[in-house]
């Protein structure tokens, strides 16, 4: 059952989430009514924020007593990890975060939940990923970050494929850093042998998209996971399922992240919190 | 009939009230609710700014693209006239503001409600001010606007008082720039003749606070307002309610501000609504 959200009133706690554009994001939907649920008395609300506006839109909010946390999406997830006072290794790793939390000294802390939520839907949906083989496509942001979750979940070997060498091996070096020996990297897709393929490019967004990989390639037995969260059904999915692959879809990238937003962001039941409020203001000084 | 809000979404259009503190403002619990009966998807959020933050916390906001209006409260009514582009005469006057406004080429306007709400108040409660002769006490802030307000709203005689003689001197030659010779200041309070007696004074807040007037100089038939909001029925109201006049307590000051803001943001019903979005980022540049 849904709970009534509590209005917004001077004691609202805030959040906000940053893209350029941000009428798609989806986050309000799903995290106010956690806030509701949870009976606490906070909001998240889109900030429509352009790319030479970010530092500019994050120092404001970082200003704000009654701000405790920003989310960004496309295309600020690189650019904010410089807006935050400290990082995750996934951050660094990744070089990209998506959720910046006001900590107790008033200092901002930036996580990338892109990789760590992917791997969290992939156990919730059975998936253990825990001395597997992968495979990945593309090197992105996406990809960097769901390499590096991957990889800190136990996965005994991973292929990430990118047509772009160089960033290719800088995502390399930095995994090896953390997990040595573990990654192989190449131009075009390693299939071989994968027990997960993930596509983390956006091939598949529009039906028009050519495929990531060859739909006969994948080895029998593959489960066939997408980040592409719309379409739900992509070309890739559908033509897994076709050939009696178990597929994962994007959205339980999302499903995964909520659990770990509640405890990055320490959202609790209101009859247990004690956190302080409007703690320091330190890195707005 | 309360209509359920809009959930917020990415497709959200932003209000923000700046004050410190800012948990006691009401404004967020007032106008939510126009939006929804409008059918308007906007909500008004609460950021807590500190003075020495101000600045920041605007040129955030400004820069956000579905920003269309921010609210500020005490202490920044004075400070952010200089954070807009323009603003109103009566800002001029009052030296004040309490509302920007992002117009349709992205700049910002700032105007001041307070005088105009106490304004529109009193002729909503049947007392109007056109012709009539008023005593203010008080050239402060709420003093200086309500002065400008009642002026403009063609009070025939205004006297203001004040014990600071310099900010009195200030008033008053703004105020004769508009209105020559209407106006007319003492260090204590003239009541003489007075249809109207204000009290924009703080002094009620606190129960032990001194009468901002002595209740037996109070002209005969004469209407007595406060601006002070809680509590509800000050000291002054009490002592000239027990005199026989009737009283204009200050909560009428906020309910006249509600239809103005409406107007000044353009807050229509949803149906005849064709505003543009995100139509600029002229003074975020």
């Known amino acids: ?3 009534a959200p509590a209005p917004v009133s001077g004691t609202t706690r805030l959040y ?4 350029d554009p941000v009428v798609q994001v989806r986050s309000p939907l799903l995290v106010n009514p956690i806030f509701a649920r949870l009976g606490l008395d906070a909001v998240l609300v889109p900030v429509h924020t ?9 120092d404001g909010l970082r200003c704000g007593g009654n701000v405790d946390g920003i989310f960004v999406t496309v295309p600020h997830k690189a650019a904010v990890v410089a807006l935050a006072d400290r990082h995750s290794t996934m951050v660094g790793i990744a070089g990209s975060a998506n959720a910046l939390r006001r900590d107790d000294d008033g200092s901002w802390y930036a996580e990338n939940f892109d990789g760590l939520g992917f791997v969290a839907g992939l156990v919730a949906a059975g998936h253990e990923p825990a001395g597997r083989r992968v495979a990945l496509v593309g090197a992105g942001g996406a990809g960097s970050a769901i390499a590096a979750a991957l990889l800190s979940a136990g996965v005994d070997r991973l292929a990430v494929c990118d047509p772009d060498a160089g960033r290719l091996t800088g995502l390399r070096s930095r995994l090896d850093r953390h997990w040595p020996g573990r990654t192989t990297t190449s131009a075009g897709p390693d299939l071989d042998g994968a027990d997960l393929v993930v596509n983390a490019t956006p091939l598949g967004l529009d039906p028009g998209d050519p495929l990531p990989v060859r739909p006969e390639l994948l080895p029998p037995g593959s489960v066939v996971a997408d980040i592409i969260m719309h379409p739900r059904q992509t070309r890739l999915l559908r033509a897994a399922a076709a050939l009696g692959h178990r597929v994962h879809h994007g959205i339980h990238m999302l499903d995964g992240q909520l ?4 405890e990055f962001f320490r959202w609790q039941d209101r009859a247990t919190t004690t956190r302080p409020r409007d703690v320091g203001y330190r890195s707005c000084s």
Chains 1, 2 share one sequence.
């Open 1 to 3: 059952m849904l709970s």
């Open 16 to 19: 906000a989430v940053l893209g």
């Open 50 to 58: 352009r790319p030479e506006h970010l530092a500019r839109v994050v």
């Open 259 to 262: 659990d770990l937003y509640r």
